[in-house]
């Protein structure tokens, strides 16, 4: 197994669905977050009527979930993963921002986007963004800043942890291929059963399964097996 730590990814897409890359629309992280936090939010309806002590909340809907992280950026060379550089953080800052950030004139709509570290896998849209410069070169440079980032998910349940370890086919797994593996094999693994390779082709747009380049990031979805065998 490799030792090299893993870094968050953002990809923007130009559809819901998740098809189309935006052209330039990737960004890998320099420096992890220290953590990130999810907000779940259960809409209910609890307007009491005229003239009555109480009332029953009724349940309304359970509304996306949302996530919050904090970005480092730093070019001091000081923190590790992140080399010093004579240009500052003001162009890694427009990195993140164009992938998160830039309005899509072809959508008409700011980019959907697909975040992965680890066990995360959210897909949604960025609410909000602030970014703080902290540190600066005599000449007024910035080479440290924090960019925070709020982002709203889809559905209730499109947020999917995929706990270390566990291979329950409720969860969405993320695998990376190595030398050897086949689709069949790996869904073997992940589901208990071979046969759901076509699943996964359709789902990560493979054309063809017999191909699968070591070194792919591939996302095994949740699969409703009852439905699947009726």
Known sequence: MSDELSKMKIVAYKDPEFNEKVEEGE??????PESYSYKYKIDTDDEQPPGTSATEVKFNKIKPEELDFEFIFDSTGALPGAPASEEGVVNDVEKLKKVVLEYN???HKPNYLRISWG???FKGTLTQMDVNFKLFKSDGTPIRAKAKG???????DNLRAAKENAQSPDLTHIVVVKEGDTLPLMCSRVYGDPNY?????????????????????????????SAQEK
Do not use: C, Q, W
């Open 27 to 32: 960004f890998t992280s320099l420096v992890n």
């Open 105 to 107: 004139g072809e959508t």
């Open 119 to 121: 066990t995360l896998l």
């Open 150 to 156: 709020k982002f709203k998910g889809f559905v209730e």
């Open 197 to 225: 390779y076509m699943h996964v082709a359709a789902y990560n747009n493979i054309f063809n399964f017999r191909k699968v380049e070591a070194g792919t990031e591939l996302f095994f979805p949740p699969i409703d097996k």
